[in-house]
């Protein structure tokens, strides 16, 4: 009887469930939306329990598809939207409130008076000190968990929500309230309430996880004011957490294997090794680079986080983080009807030679690496009469390359050195002309792998690895199926001048 993996990849805009064989081949998928609430401007919500019954009916539907039962299936692994926070009930099992995803902005004003205060216990390290030998609270916060005070992350949506929800503070505080990440949540559905935990991955996305200690930081959940009862257990990336209930799935399988989305890319796209980069292009776009097993400091704007842990051994990374990637493409259907879908964008950018001087800067939701202004608003700038709609097309994908080659330059000079090449994946990944433009602007090579579905196969390679399915990396790395190369042949005082305009526009915001 033939053995798979089936990774839970839950998605800001859907869930998926994907079923793979042990020559890391797709042996089915199924998928389905999820709802998007945004309840004033900039904010953004999903329903925990429209996620949880996603994810299950999918995984159910990709089963039927093969006519694969659980006895088949050897593991799941479980890959999600990071920072996204919910609250929910321990002893009803039911959300408090809806999910407040990552790319929610209302705790801004919040994180602007944090940036002010001084920090609740002086930090002994001086890798992060001001010219006055006194730390910033920003200084103080990144030592300890490698980011940046912003909204982005969970621990100012977790407060906020025992701030606002009635009698959730005090129900936090004896005990009857949990919290967690999306992983954690499905984790906790799947065993019925016996599993309560988050993967290194993902705690490493709250902004109250320690990264150098392994551990939630007593410090930081004091100034915030959350108490620790509610957070889940932190563990590694691959290991058996539990199983899930017979009624779901048909009978009862492992859970061996989660990891925040970005980092399951970085590990589905066999970034194993020192100095190994990937982009993922999905609603937002993420670029990581694996800096070994100690964590690496940003001086240009990016935050350091955990790739993964496995079998004692630890994995850091540095990550630039775009809100608007694919999003942006989703606006242009969905809000200005200016396409049909978002395959057809590619045929349309191709019409025109250039954007004729358009720009668009897609701060929807404010704008990320290494700029960081949560208060920025979306412009479009440079327009003319002579502008049509596939210039505005062609603009918007452009914006998507000019985020990312942002990051890749901030990549290079926290690195000291040119980065000889991007590993892609996501759907967006899937636009040739995309690929071959970020080749020219970032004047690298830009490499697609024949599968570009990495966030979910490496959960599945997690999930795998715990349980023998795949004996080690070398295994995995023999499973490559091969891959599309662009290479960079623009001008360069062409690639200068885009670049340059690029820079203008955002310095309108």
Same mark, same amino acid.
């Not at 993967?199 to 930081?217: P, Q, V």
């Not at 800067?361 to 608003?377: D, R």
């Given at each position: ?371 960081? $202004? ?106 490559? $199926? ?28």
């Amino acid at each position: 009887m033939d053995k798979y993996i089936m990774s839970f990849d839950a998605g800001t805009t859907s869930e998926r469930a994907i079923i793979f064989n042990k020559n890391s081949e797709i042996v089915s998928v199924a998928q389905k939306e999820i709802s998007q609430i945004y309840p004033n401007p900039g904010w953004v919500e999903h329903s925990p329990m429209e996620i949880w019954s996603a994810q299950i009916g999918v995984a159910v539907e990709a089963m039927a598809k093969a006519g694969i039962t659980a006895d088949e299936i050897e593991a799941i692994g479980i890959t999600n939207q990071r920072e996204t926070t919910i609250v929910w009930d321990r002893n009803t099992g039911l959300p408090i409130y809806n999910a407040i995803v990552w790319q929610c902005r209302r705790t801004t004003e919040f994180c602007d008076k944090l940036e002010q205060m001084k920090p609740v216990i002086e930090d002994d390290s001086d890798l992060y000190e001001s010219k006055d030998g006194t730390q910033t609270m920003s200084q103080w916060i990144k030592r300890k968990t490698g980011l940046i005070i912003d909204p982005y992350f969970s621990a100012t949506k977790l407060k906020w929500i025992l701030d606002n929800v009635e009698c959730a503070r005090e129900k936090a505080e004896k005990g009857e309230l949990l919290f967690g990440t999306v992983e954690t949540w499905l984790i906790w559905k799947l065993t019925k309430g016996k599993k309560h935990v988050t993967d290194y991955s993902n705690a490493s996305r709250t902004m109250l996880f320690n990264i150098n200690t392994l551990s939630w930081d007593e410090d930081i959940c004091k100034l915030f004011d959350i108490p620790m009862c509610m957070l889940p257990t932190p563990v590694s990336n691959s290991e058996i957490y539990g199983e899930s209930s017979p009624e779901y799935l048909g009978g009862s399988i492992k859970i061996c294997g989660a990891a925040g989305d970005q980092q399951a890319a970085l590990f589905g796209q066999k970034c194993f090794h020192k100095g190994d980069m990937k982009n993922t292009y999905g609603t937002g776009c993420f670029l990581l680079m694996n800096t070994g097993d100690k964590p690496t400091f940003s001086k240009n704007g990016l935050v350091t986080t955990v790739g993964w842990g496995r079998e004692g051994k630890l994995t850091y990374a540095l990550e630039g983080s775009v809100f608007m990637g694919g999003a942006i493409i989703q606006w242009l259907r969905d809000e200005l009807h200016m396409i049909n879908n978002a395959v057809e964008t590619e045929e349309i950018a191709k019409k025109v030679n250039d954007t004729n001087g358009c720009y668009i800067v897609p701060a929807f939701t404010g704008l990320g690496a290494p700029y960081w $202004k949560p208060e920025a608003k979306g412009i479009i700038c440079g327009l003319t009469r002579g502008v049509s709609r596939d210039h505005i097309v062609r603009a918007a994908l452009d914006a998507i390359v000019y985020q990312v080659n942002d990051i890749v330059t901030a990549m290079e000079q926290d690195a000291g050195c040119k980065v000889s090449n991007l590993k892609v994946d996501g759907g967006a990944s899937n636009n040739n002309y995309l690929c071959r433009t970020q080749a020219d602007i970032s004047d690298t090579v830009v490499i697609r792998p024949s599968c570009v579905e990495t966030t979910a196969l490496g959960a599945a390679y997690l999930a795998g690895l715990a349980v023998g399915f795949w004996k080690d990396e070398e295994e995995i790395e023999s499973t490559s $199926k091969g891959f599309t190369e662009f290479k960079p042949s623009m001008e360069q005082d062409i690639r200068h001048s885009r670049i340059e305009g690029w820079k203008k526009a955002v310095d309108m915001l």
